[in-house]
């Protein structure tokens, strides 16, 4: 672990150990009387000086250079401490990035001679990992990827089919369903992709996103036209407040400057959406604040209006996995409940289960809810089809984690 200082502190010492000070000091004390010596004399000396024996305190020059040039007084005294400090404390400023910079030039430059290496070992040791827990896992996680793409096929024939009629009649939900149904169905796909490789954690974050998406949907669809006009309008509030932010840091990141011209239009659509709609359409859910009747609705106001209030505790248990907040770094899905203080940086096939039920479950609720805005045969044997696997998946999922939970030792 620290192979790093040592390389650093090998490299300063080669520049400011004890042999180049007192090279410094002497070399002064020669140069003042008035001597010139060559590199190689100067050596000889310092390495005289180096090697004193016990009880010998001075050094005779001439025993080491020879008759031709005279002894010379090289006592160290304070004057001669003081300078030197003072050269080390020049070069400490002047030269510690230099050797900072070299010792991390020659480590990158080792780290990608062995990176094929290394880079091969830990992919194998990662496949291996995943075979294991699509060993475990093989079944719920094939019910889910039938799931999905059962939900992506009934999204993507809905808005082929209806899409026409839609947009001859300026329809704008369903606009906005069929963008958040093609969301979530990417989303879906990531926590997939997260629950295979085994962080279930991860997973759970992307599930906090899914649930969200699923909400909107609901809300959108229970007010229709109305509400879903104002909230393709609310992008001009979220384009103006990250016009301002940009404006504020766009220095500090190295960044062009925004052009007046495009910061006013910008300025210009938020001004005229708060005169359409209110000064409360400018906060987060600004869109939704005329249908709920309160200035400054939030995301548990959705949740409550379309009865989904229960999932509030899921929702913030996944949320430790997206802040960085001390539950974050204590409670991890990945390890099991007598694992609590391992410190788990990586991969681990314990706690699918709940991220997986999670994520079956909001794609249900916005598939069915897209569906059934259209309701006949097709759209209605789809979503019950996609119940009845719902409810499979969640037992299959939780079947796994029941045996896992008895299961004592390393994953």
């Known amino acids: 672990m620290d192979t790093l200082q040592k390389m650093f502190e090998l490299t300063l010492h080669e520049k400011i150990g004890a042999k180049p000070l007192i090279r410094r000091v002497v070399g002064k004390k020669f140069t003042d009387a008035g001597i010139s010596l060559t590199e190689d004399q100067l050596q000889a000396i310092v390495d005289r000086i180096e090697n004193l024996k016990e009880g010998e305190e ?63 070992s830990y992919r194998e040791e990662r496949k291996a990992f995943e075979d294991r827990l699509e060993h475990r896992w093989g079944l719920p996680l094939r019910l889910l990827d039938t799931f999905h793409l059962l939900a992506l096929e009934a999204g993507q024939e809905f808005n082929k089919h209806y899409r026409p009629e839609a947009s001859a009649a300026s329809d704008k939900t369903f606009d906005v369903l069929t963008r958040l149904h093609a969301r979530a169905c990417q989303v879906a796909a990531e926590v997939i992709t997260l629950l295979k490789a085994g962080l279930a954690d991860g997973a759970h974050a992307r599930w906090r996103t899914l649930h969200e998406v699923a909400i909107v949907a609901m809300f959108i669809e229970k007010h229709r036209q109305d509400i879903a006009e104002r909230y393709l309008r609310h992008a001009v509030v979220e384009s103006y407040k990250g016009a301002l932010q940009y404006r504020k840091h766009y220095k500090d990141l190295g960044l062009q400057p925004l052009a007046d011209a495009d910061f006013d239009k910008v300025q210009a659509d938020y001004q005229k ?67 609590r203080n391992i410190l788990l940086a990586g991969v681990s096939d314990r706690g699918l289960a709940d991220p997986a039920h999670g994520a079956t479950l909001s794609l249900l609720q916005i598939t ?31 079947k796994v984690h029941n045996e896992m939970e008895g299961r004592v030792g390393p994953k």
Do not use: C
């Not at 897209?370 to 969640?394: A, F, G």
């Open 273 to 339: 959406a708060l005169t359409d709609y209110g000064v409360e359409f400018k906060s987060d859910y600004g869109w939704a604040a005329s249908a709920l009747r309160k200035s400054r609705p939030t995301f548990s106001d959705l949740e409550e209006a379309v009865n989904l209030e229960k999932w509030r505790g899921h929702y913030k248990l996944a949320s430790h996995n997206v802040h960085a907040n001390p539950k974050g770094i204590s409670f991890r899905l990945g390890l099991s409940h007598n694992e």
């Open 368 to 398: 069915s809810t897209l569906l059934l805005t259209k309701p006949n045969m097709d759209t209605l044997v789809r979503s019950r089809i996609l119940m009845k696997l719902q409810h499979e998946i969640k037992d299959e999922f939780l």
């Open 58 to 120: 001075t050094v005779r020059t001439s025993d080491i250079i020879g008759d031709e040039i005279a002894d010379v007084n090289i006592e160290i005294n304070d004057k001669d401490i003081e300078e030197a400090v003072k050269k080390v404390t020049s070069f400490m400023k002047d030269e510690y990035p230099v050797i900072l910079e070299g010792v991390a030039d020659s480590m990158l430059e080792e780290i990608k001679r062995e990176s094929e290496t290394n880079v091969l």
